[in-house]
């Protein structure tokens, strides 16, 4: 396994030009742009001595609906590893080109909260290359560690659209998991995805414009994976444990604007949610969503 370390945030701007390279005609298929890797890379990305802005923070805590602490939120850490996934994406020895990866699921297991005075050291890596009923999975694996410990981890599962390549190898963690339905209601406003990406970094263009998610075959912009999962877990600030299992399925892509209503069941110590929309007499799922001990 090579490690590469990484000083400071890369710019998420230059990644996010590069990535789009292989979808242009004709420069798609030039060498040094056309992704090439049968496998994930053996190639593990770094970052140490990673530190919390806590304008930035409070920003991020305001559009995704956190109360400010003395810990981070839940799924403060994938911030600052997201630069890192884009990074790791842009390798030609990557199998799929960054363009047109669908986030489909997202599991983050927190050992303990890190404070916002810690510093803490990241590390993200490609791993799971397997088939799906619509094409192909791989996974990115985040770590984060503080003073030599594990404290925070995330998978972070893609699906590369194509011929199906057979059924899963494993279950979904959420196979067979309904939404629970709610009366929470959010207005969700147009320039959301803009909002978030300001704060993450993840410009994607799906998220951004009507104009820019035409392009990709949305319809208007959609609401950014995480940001329904921070909301969501916003939502449930104070309830769950400090060390805890997240685990959410991206069923339907959020159009924007919107409203969407958040669902939520407890079953002894487990939390099951759901984000969902109603249209005269049909709900669509968006996400659901289940929260555990670790």
Request: net charge positive; charged share 20%; with cysteine.
């Given at each position: 396994?090579?490690?590469?370390?990484v000083?400071?945030?890369?710019?998420?701007l230059?990644?996010?030009l590069r990535a789009a390279l292989?979808a242009?005609?004709?420069?798609g298929?030039?060498?040094g742009?056309?992704?090439?890797?049968?496998?994930?890379?053996?190639?593990?990305?770094r970052?140490?001595g990673v530190?919390?802005?806590?304008?930035?923070?409070?920003?991020?805590?305001?559009?995704?609906?956190?109360?400010?602490?003395?810990?981070?939120?839940v799924?403060?850490?994938?911030?600052?590893?997201?630069?890192?996934?884009?990074?790791l994406?842009?390798?030609?020895?990557?199998?799929f080109?960054?363009?047109?990866?669908?986030?489909?699921r997202?599991t983050?297991?927190?050992?303990?909260?890190?404070?916002?005075?810690?510093t803490f050291?990241?590390?993200?890596?490609?791993?799971r290359?397997?088939?799906?009923?619509?094409?192909?999975?791989v996974d990115?694996?985040?770590?984060?560690?503080?003073?030599?410990?594990?404290?925070w981890?995330?998978?972070?599962?893609?699906?590369?659209r194509?011929?199906g390549?057979?059924?899963?190898?494993?279950p979904?963690?959420?196979?067979g998991?309904?939404?629970?339905?709610?009366s929470?209601?959010?207005?969700?406003p147009?320039?959301l995805?803009?909002r978030y990406?300001a704060?993450?970094g993840?410009?994607n263009?799906?998220?951004?414009?009507q104009v820019t998610?035409?392009?990709?075959?949305?319809p208007r912009?959609i609401?950014?994976g995480?940001?329904?999962?921070a909301?969501?877990?916003a939502?449930?600030?104070?309830?769950l444990?400090?060390?805890?299992?997240?685990d959410?399925?991206?069923?339907r892509?959020?159009?924007l604007?919107?409203?969407?209503?958040?669902g939520?069941?407890?079953?002894?110590r487990t939390?099951?949610f759901?984000?969902?929309?109603?249209?005269?007499?049909?709900?669509?799922?968006?996400?659901?969503g289940?929260?555990a001990?670790?």
């Amino acid at each position: 396994m090579t490690t590469r370390t990484v000083d400071g945030a890369p710019s998420t701007l230059p990644l996010y030009l590069r990535a789009a390279l292989p979808a242009l005609p004709g420069i798609g298929s030039l060498p040094g742009v056309r992704h090439s890797g049968r496998d994930v890379p053996d190639l593990t990305l770094r970052r140490e001595g990673v530190g919390t802005d806590l304008r930035e923070l409070a920003e991020y805590a305001r559009v995704c609906g956190f109360p400010l602490g003395s810990d981070l939120p839940v799924t403060y850490p994938h911030m600052a590893a997201f630069a890192l996934h884009l990074q790791l994406m842009c390798d030609t020895a990557f199998p799929f080109a960054p363009m047109g990866l669908v986030h489909l699921r997202n599991t983050i297991v927190q050992h303990r909260p890190i404070g916002t005075g810690e510093t803490f050291d990241v590390e993200v890596r490609g791993a799971r290359l397997r088939p799906h009923p619509k094409g192909r999975l791989v996974d990115i694996d985040t770590s984060v560690t503080a003073s030599g410990a594990l404290v925070w981890e995330e998978v972070t599962t893609l699906l590369a659209r194509g011929s199906g390549r057979g059924d899963e190898t494993s279950p979904p963690p959420l196979d067979g998991v309904d939404a629970p339905l709610g009366s929470t209601r959010w207005r969700l406003p147009a320039d959301l995805g803009r909002r978030y990406a300001a704060v993450s970094g993840d410009r994607n263009p799906i998220h951004l414009y009507q104009v820019t998610a035409k392009a990709f075959g949305f319809p208007r912009q959609i609401a950014h994976g995480m940001w329904t999962t921070a909301r969501a877990l916003a939502a449930l600030e104070g309830r769950l444990p400090d060390a805890v299992r997240v685990d959410v399925e991206f069923r339907r892509p959020v159009l924007l604007p919107t409203t969407v209503q958040l669902g939520t069941r407890v079953d002894d110590r487990t939390t099951t949610f759901g984000v969902t929309s109603t249209r005269g007499e049909k709900t669509s799922t968006h996400l659901v969503g289940r929260a555990a001990p670790a």
